[in-house]
Each structure stands twice: as structure tokens, then as C-alpha cells.
């Protein structure tokens, strides 16, 4: 196991949405766990560390993705005595394995000017070990879960006894019926007993069933640029049935809330709130919130492709609260992402980069256990929803057609993942359909330069020229991790991959560092910023009636920051420089061998190699 976790290089921008740390102690954040293991992510500011401890008869893998750790060990002997084993220095990437046998430990974070961040896998799970304490000898059993439920036996039975209406208890029932529902198809549950209730809140919302015009996977293309190709990634329409509203609202309010059934996929934190991923395929997702005291979301909405949802307080109250921006308030760097958000078919959330400030409550309200499972068809923009107790926790059950994994903050700068905990129920993610389900329904793609160019080579392969607009998304979608990439940055210019369609180019930038004003000849291109800024200037060659001559005119500059995307077509005449060292990954199509530098004055061309396309400022 050990050698397995040593070849896993991790990728940072994947692993820092679970980062968050407390100057007390350190935390403990949650990534993923089925009934074999536990995946915890822990994150030690300045100074802090663990007490001494057993591991409840369970093996611990520990693996340095950050900063550095201290490792003491320690022995126990059979009157209790705890003395000083070894101590080990843990740095980035390092491997530690302990369990009992090996005696016990503590981890600390000796560095007061940085901190450390270490991923920890425990198999089996354990919620309670023993600390101990080194001058007294002294053990102390301590519970590693924030919240304890306590079952309460009269109201489960109230539930039950719900006259007319079929209840669900267990887990896999709420997924059967739901999945039915979706397929279109009768199975031995009685959905025909689901009767939408005159009461529920959401029924002036949606009287009558989606029809397949206005279902969520069959919307109407949005204003964003990537939503003319989401056809060619979307399932087929002969394997989706339009949903009704009114059934799947009866599916939720039939659900009977015994912590029992549910504790797999119950996890309170401490500082935010946990979004356990229950089921997931083409057609929706479903997930558990398990709401801390006064723990909420960001501002957020569920994107702009028309996904609806459904939800239903199980434990607690919550409160949702609906906003209307007061004023818009746009700042971009690149014009060619004006009139979209940031490229992602499940996205995100406005495609302003306002402040919450700008925003005003235009609606608030309180639902519990007895409140109708609710409805929101995707118009309702943006909202935020929180435990309404800062004394209790809560738990709410939420359903969402199309699929919607990631919650993104409304300024877009936190990213709230699922927590993946039922793999037997993500089936869309097996096989070799898996990676278009990912760009599908996920913001942010985790994976190499391989799988990268063999999606290009897939979409460049169909005959027919891609959808710029799509290949513009892919780059976009792709995070690549910076320990693949840089170990190119010891050449200027580097050829990853490339077939007869297209070349994959990554180019390093000195501070400074500049092109000629060019062409790409006969190609297309799109360049994605990987690091640093880049200030890019388009030009236009225009003819001079008066002179009879050619002469080139400034368009306009812009910079491009790190993660930006821009397609370019083969009349794009322009100029980059770099602002500090920077590094960059370049798509030409088909392969660009040469290009036409410009003078600046005169707008004559001369062709160049593409190799010798850079100069020093």
C-alpha cells in the first residue's frame, strides 16, 4: 500500500479545496471513505500538532504533501508506561505507515514560520481512539466526531404512520425510485402513490410534468459560447425521461430519516459543511448535507444550463436565502470571454466578479423536518442556504437534474467538492464513457498531459473540424498538475504531443520575454496560461486607401491570467509578452511548423520558422 501511495503525485489544485486551517489546532477535512477506508486531508498551521495517540486497531498510511512534519514515536508497555521511540522528519512526499503493533505517535508541525498539509488513509475507519499523556501516563478515550445524533424512536415511528403515502427508510429505496422515475419505467415500488401534495410550497412553480423541451438536459443553449457543442457531450436523448416535478417532490417527502440507515453517509465538520455524493449518473446526482451549527453555503447558483433541484430538511431547520444583484459589475481580461461565465457546462455561478455586497436579500425562509420537499427550476439565480440553529445541527437531502458536483462560491473563490462515499452508485464514471461524464457535469478536470492529448486526438479525429468553442473548454476544464508539467520548463519551447491534426506545445517565459507581431499561418490555436500573466495585443492589417499601403493597427491589449483560455483563428495577428516568469500550453491545428512575423509600420509579412518566434525584449 505504501508503494502505491509513493507513485501517487497528487495534484495540488485538486487537493487545496479541502485545505482549511485553524490557528488552535489542527483539522481534520473529510475527501472521501466508503466502509473499508477513510481518506482524510490534515492541515497544521504554525506550531500545531497532535496529541499522542493509538490508532484503535485500525493501519494509517501517511503521505507529506506540503511542508514538513515531525513524527515522534512512541512505546507502550503492559503497565502503561510511555517512553520515547524515535523521531522522524517528514517532508514533501514522504511515506509513513503506523498501527498499533508499531506502538503509538503524535504529529506536529514544529515550523512557526510555515505551514504543513498531510494527506492520512485509515483502514478500517475508526471514530474513536486513546490519547495519552506522557508525564502521568495517563489514556483518555476521545471521540473524533464534532457531532453526536442521538436516535429519536417516537418521531421515526411518527413518520411511519404518515397515513396514505408510501414510506422509504432505506437508502437504496430512495435511489430505486428516483433512478424509476428518471427511466420512465414502473418497478415493484408503488410510485403511482406519490401524489404531489396541494400544500407543498413549490407547487405554484411547476404544475405539470418537464416536458422534454424544457428538461434540464435538453435546455435551450445559454448565451455561453460553450453551450452550441453540449449536445455532442450530452448522453443521448432516447436514454433520458423528462422527470415529473410533482413525483420526485413525493420521493423526497416520503423519505423516513433513521440515522441508522444514513450514518455512512452522515459526516459533520467542524468548520464547513459536508456534501456526501449518495448516487450519481447521467441524469442527476443526490446528495446528504450534514450542517454543523451555523454552518452554510457561499452565495451560489446551480449554474446557468437550467439544472433543478430538489430538497428536503431530514434533521433541524434551515434557512435559504435568495439574492438579486444591485448593480452588475464587470471586470475581464479577456474579451473573448464577455457574454459567458467561465466555460463549464455545470458551472459555476455568475459570470461577474462582484463582491457579495453588491447583492441584496430579496427573500428568506425557514424549513424543517415537516416542511414539503422543495423546487427550484434553476431561475431562481442565486441563494445561499444555512443550518438556521446555532445550537443544533441539521441535515437536508438534495437532488439535482442535470448533475451538479461542485458549489462555487458567487465571487469564485472557493470551491465546496462532494465527498465521494458510495462508489457503487457512480457507475457513469467507469469505463470509457467516464471522462466525458467528467466534462460534463465537472468544472474542474484532475488529470495528465497523456489523457489530455488523447481527448484532443478523440475530438480531432471525427472528421470534421471541432468546435472551437469546445476545444476551448476542454484546455479550460483540464488542471494539470504543475509536477508533470514542470519538468519541461527546462527548455523554452516543448513539444508534448502532436498527430497530423495537431501540435501540443508548452512555452516557458522569461520575465519579459516577448514574440514578434505574427500570425499562425494556417492554424487555429488556443493557449491556456498555466502560470504568471501574459499581456497579449491584437492587431488589425488595415489597407489605406489614401497611401494605397498596409499598416498595422493596435485592436486591443489584454491580460491573460493564470488558467485563462483563448482561442485564436488563423487571421489572428498579434503579440504576446510576458509579465515575470510565466509558462504556458499552446493547441495548434493543424501542426504550425511556420508563421508571419509583421513590421509594425508597414504591415509587410515575412514568413519565420515557428521555433524562432521568440526574442528578448
Known amino acids: 500500500m505504501s508503494r502505491i501511495i509513493s507513485r501517487f503525485n497528487f495534484n495540488p489544485k485538486e487537493w487545496k479545496q479541502y485545505v482549511h486551517y485553524e490557528q488552535s489546532r489542527y483539522t481534520r477535512n473529510l475527501v472521501g471513505y466508503d466502509d473499508k477506508f477513510t481518506l482524510l486531508l490534515l492541515c497544521w498551521d504554525k506550531g500545531r500538532g497532535s496529541p499522542i495517540h493509538d490508532h484503535a486497531g485500525s493501519s494509517c498510511w501517511v503521505k507529506m504533501l506540503e511542508g514538513e512534519l515531525t513524527e515522534t514515536r512512541y512505546n507502550l508497555d503492559a503497565d502503561g508506561n510511555v517512553t520515547v521511540k524515535s523521531k522522524t522528519k517528514m517532508t514533501s512526499e514522504d511515506i509513513a505507515y503506523i498501527d498499533d503493533t508499531l506502538g503509538l505517535h503524535k504529529m506536529e508541525n514544529e515550523d512557526p514560520n510555515n505551514v504543513a498539509i498531510s494527506l492520512h488513509i485509515y483502514s478500517p475507519p475508526y471514530s474513536d481512539c486513546y490519547s495519552f499523556d506522557l508525564r502521568t501516563g495517563m489514556k483518555k478515550k476521545i471521540s473524533l466526531k464534532c457531532v453526536h445524533l442521538q436516535k429519536n424512536h417516537s418521531l421515526i415511528q411518527l413518520q411511519m404512520n404518515k397515513p396514505e403515502q408510501t414510506k422509504l427508510s432505506q437508502v437504496s429505496e430512495i435511489i430505486d425510485a428516483i433512478r424509476t422515475e428518471f427511466s420512465g419505467q414502473h418497478s415493484t415500488l408503488s410510485l403511482s402513490s406519490f401524489e404531489a401534495s396541494s400544500s407543498s410550497p413549490s407547487s405554484s412553480l411547476s404544475s405539470s410534468p418537464l416536458s422534454p423541451a424544457s428538461s434540464p438536459l435538453s435546455s435551450s443553449p445559454s448565451s455561453s459560447p460553450t453551450s452550441s457543442f453540449l449536445s455532442s457531450i450530452s448522453q443521448s436523448p432516447s436514454l433520458y425521461h423528462a ?19 444514513w450514518s455512512k453517509f452522515i459526516h459533520f465538520n467542524e468548520h464547513r459543511w459536508t456534501r456526501s455524493l449518495i448516487a450519481f449518473d447521467e441524469n442527476f446526482s443526490l446528495v446528504l448535507n450534514s450542517w454543523n451549527k451555523g454552518q452554510g453555503t457561499p452565495v451560489h447558483h446551480h449554474g446557468n444550463d437550467g439544472t433543478c433541484s430538489w430538497s428536503k430538511v431530514l434533521m433541524g431547520e434551515m434557512k435559504v436565502t435568495r439574492y438579486a444583484e444591485k448593480r452588475k459589475s464587470r471586470r475581464y481580461t479577456d474579451p473573448s470571454l464577455k457574454n459567458s ?16 455586497d453588491n447583492l441584496e436579500v430579496i427573500e428568506t425562509s425557514i424549513m424543517d423536518s415537516d416542511t414539503p420537499a422543495s423546487y427550484m427550476d434553476g431561475s431562481e439565480g442565486l441563494h445561499k442556504t444555512a443550518n438556521a440553529s446555532s445550537d443544533s445541527p441539521a441535515i437536508s437531502l438534495h437532488l439535482y437534474s442535470p448533475p451538479y458536483l461542485e458549489c462555487k462560491s458567487y465571487n469564485l473563490q472557493e470551491n465546496f467538492p462532494v465527498v465521494y462515499c458510495n462508489p457503487t452508485q457512480y457507475n457513469c464514471l467507469k469505463g470509457n464513457h467516464s471522462l466525458q461524464f467528467k466534462l460534463q457535469y465537472q468544472q474542474h478536470i484532475y488529470e495528465n498531459i497523456n489523457t489530455l492529448i488523447d481527448t484532443l486526438k478523440q475530438e480531432f479525429s471525427e472528421g470534421e473540424d471541432p468546435c472551437p468553442e469546445k476545444i476551448q473548454f476542454i484546455m479550460k476544464s483540464f488542471q494539470l498538475n504543475p509536477k508533470e508539467w514542470q519538468q519541461y520548463t527546462s527548455n523554452p519551447r516543448t513539444l508534448v504531443g502532436a498527430d497530423e491534426n495537431f501540435s501540443l506545445v508548452l512555452i516557458c517565459w522569461k520575465d519579459g520575454q516577448q514574440t514578434p507581431i505574427h500570425d499562425h499561418n494556417v492554424s487555429k490555436s488556443w493557449a491556456k496560461v498555466l502560470e504568471g500573466e501574459i499581456e497579449e ?5 488595415s489597407h489605406s486607401m489614401k497611401t494605397n499601403k498596409c499598416h498595422l493597427r493596435v485592436l486591443e491589449t489584454n491580460v491573460l491570467k493564470s488558467d485563462s483560455v483563448v482561442f485564436r483563428d488563423k487571421s489572428t495577428i498579434h503579440k504576446s509578452e510576458s509579465i515575470g516568469p510565466s509558462v504556458s500550453l499552446h493547441l495548434y491545428s493543424p501542426p504550425c511548423s511556420e508563421c508571419s512575423s509583421y513590421n509594425h509600420v508597414t504591415g509587410e509579412k515575412k514568413k519565420i520558422p515557428t521555433c524562432s518566434i521568440f526574442k528578448m525584449a
Open 243 to 261: 422527470p415529473n416535478v410533482h413525483t420526485l417532490e413525493s420521493i423526497l417527502n416520503s423519505v423516513v430519516f433513521d440515522p441508522d440507515n
Open 537 to 541: 495585443t491584437l492587431y488589425v492589417n
Open 341 to 356: 461565465n467561465d466555460g463549464s457546462p455545470c458551472s459555476s455561478l455568475c459570470d461577474s466578479h462582484c463582491e457579495e
